[in-house]
């Protein structure tokens, strides 16, 4: 019968599916022609189309359950209430990471398929069909033009009737996780041109991973690697991100796992970083609504969590999130890096590793106060020997005296 109804079936062209049921994730149906395809009674239920064309006057006549479509390109005026419902859209890549003519096109589909028959455009269910769908965007790719208008023109609207769907916008951007609907508003505050996926602050994001370690020992069950789940280290070098404010948020976490007793404070470079003041600004307070956390749980921290985070962290990624610090660092003007050299040196932030710690001696050795800097520099290199001798201890307890050779922490 499908072949009595499509005669180029074997040309990769459809005619007719009327009256068909396709169910399920083995009908992986990739580089169809559907856009002159009849598809009235037509089922599809949980279905993947991978790169196929369709049209949204016959694709609307079927219905659809639970549709992923990647890759694949639509012509015609909107979707009906039905299709926004149940399909997840994924669109190309276009060329260079740029976005591709078809997500352009899907994007004014979608737009248009939220206008009523008033001609009144809603928002709201805007919000929940493109967080479905991660706004189109993968990768590096950028928003398409029209999505970032309408995010620029709503986002007032959005912060004040919508907060709920702002941790959905900062996902489908970023990948960024956030659970905290107010660390999410705060973030897209601090980061005005987060649209653009610029980002110049990430305390809040910081602030999302305190208050879960705080309360839990661990975050999201990573197994003591924070960076996995909560802002992956990988795509920061095809991204305009501040690397000061990356650089605070893997002091801030890193500190937190090591010395959670020291929890009252947080670091933040931001503008500071860039400042010609001598005057050490970067140690903030933690806002009060972030200390709440703290305060209901005081002498009631699950140390037994966080100390096994804790050596998980120190013997599978520590090594490797120092790498990065050093990188980030070496990547920040001349002027943060005198700053938060000074920042880390005079605060004995150990942190980062006792090479990169000599390379802030010597960065600062240059100035008039090279004896200071001298004399900090040795106060620091004694609190790594300190600090490695008890993290050698947690793995030795944890793992065998095996897991203590060789130097695994820079």
Request: proline share 3%; net charge neutral.
């Amino acid at each position: 019968m499908l072949f009595e109804q499509n005669p180029q079936l074997l040309k990769g062209k459809l005619d007719s599916l009327d009256g068909f049921k396709l169910k399920g994730r083995a009908h992986n149906l990739k580089g169809i022609d559907f856009s002159g395809c009849s598809m009235k009674g037509t089922v599809f239920q949980s279905i993947s189309f991978h790169t196929c064309k369709f049209n949204t006057e016959q694709l609307n006549s079927a219905i659809v359950e639970d549709g992923f479509f990647s890759g694949c390109s639509f012509e015609g005026k909107r979707f009906s209430s039905s299709i926004l419902g149940n399909a997840h859209f994924r669109p190309e890549i276009g060329e260079g990471n740029q976005v591709s003519e078809s997500t352009h096109q899907l994007s004014r589909i979608l737009r248009q398929s939220c206008v009523n028959q008033h001609n009144e455009f809603s928002l709201q269910q805007w919000l929940v069909v493109m967080g479905k769908s991660h706004y189109l965007r993968s990768g590096s790719t950028p928003l398409d033009n029209l999505s970032r208008k309408i995010l620029i023109r709503h986002i007032d609207e959005i912060k004040s009737f919508y907060p709920q769907q702002l941790p959905g916008i900062i996902r489908g951007l970023f990948g960024i996780e956030f659970q905290n609907i107010t660390n999410a508003t705060n973030f897209v505050c601090n980061n005005p041109e987060f649209y653009d996926r610029k980002i110049k602050d990430l305390k809040d994001l910081y602030f999302e991973f305190r208050t879960a370690f705080l309360e839990e020992g661990n975050y999201q069950r990573d197994s003591g690697n924070p960076f996995e789940r909560l802002f992956p280290l990988y795509r920061v070098a095809h991204n305009d991100y501040s690397r000061e404010a990356v650089l605070a948020l893997m002091l801030n976490v890193i500190n937190l796992v090591l010395f959670p007793e020291s929890n009252d404070k947080y670091i933040d470079f931001g503008v500071n970083a860039n400042s010609a003041d001598e005057h050490d600004h970067c140690l903030k307070a933690i806002p009060e609504a972030s200390r709440e956390i703290t305060q209901s749980n005081k002498g009631d921290l699950p140390l037994v969590e966080m100390q096994r985070y804790k050596t998980d962290l120190c013997f599978f990624h520590l090594r490797e999130y120092r790498k990065y610090i050093r990188q980030f660092w070496g990547e920040c003007s001349e002027q943060s890096q005198l700053t938060i050299a000074k920042h880390c040196l005079r605060h004995q932030n150990v942190v980062v590793s006792p090479v990169t710690t000599g390379e802030f001696k010597t960065l600062l050795t240059k100035e008039h106060d090279a004896g200071t800097w001298w004399d900090l520099y040795c106060t620091n290199v004694i609190k790594h020997a300190k600090n490695q001798k008890e993290w050698d201890s947690l793995l030795k307890d944890k793992f065998g005296e095996w897991a203590t050779k060789g130097n695994r922490y820079y």
